[in-house]
């Protein structure tokens, strides 16, 4: 087992409440199923939301299983006890949604059939028209 010192417990401490008084944090969070977003209600009186979809550990949960949200007791979790999935609050807010490289998977990743065809077509033709000048 590790000794801490007095120190370095006091230096814990220190972080934890200057965290305390500037990172965000969140007082509850739900499932918002017509929107079809997770809605944060953060500490500071603003309101963050983002579509599950986006979220690796999210994107496959059911209605039912996204709305069981529990916000950890200091308001900087997040956790999804029917899926076993748990997010940081700031990193939500920075969107941070997994891991970098299934962000990096789904970057660029066209939004709809009708706008992946659109860019085939496109792309048939030669792709976008070079600028003039």
Sequence with gaps: MVELT???IEAANERGRIAQQ???RAISARYNRKAQRIVVELTSGATFAFPPAL???LCDATPEELADIEVSPAGFGLHWPRIDEDYTVPGLLNGVF???RWMAARAGRPAAPAKAA???AN???????????
Excluded: C, N
């Design 55 to 57: 979220v690796q550990g």
């Design 123 to 133: 792309g048939a033709k030669g792709g976008r028209p070079r600028k003039a000048g």
């Design 118 to 120: 659109a860019a085939r």
């Design 22 to 24: 500037t990172e965000p």
């Design 6 to 8: 007095d120190a370095q």
């Design 98 to 100: 997994d891991t970098a």
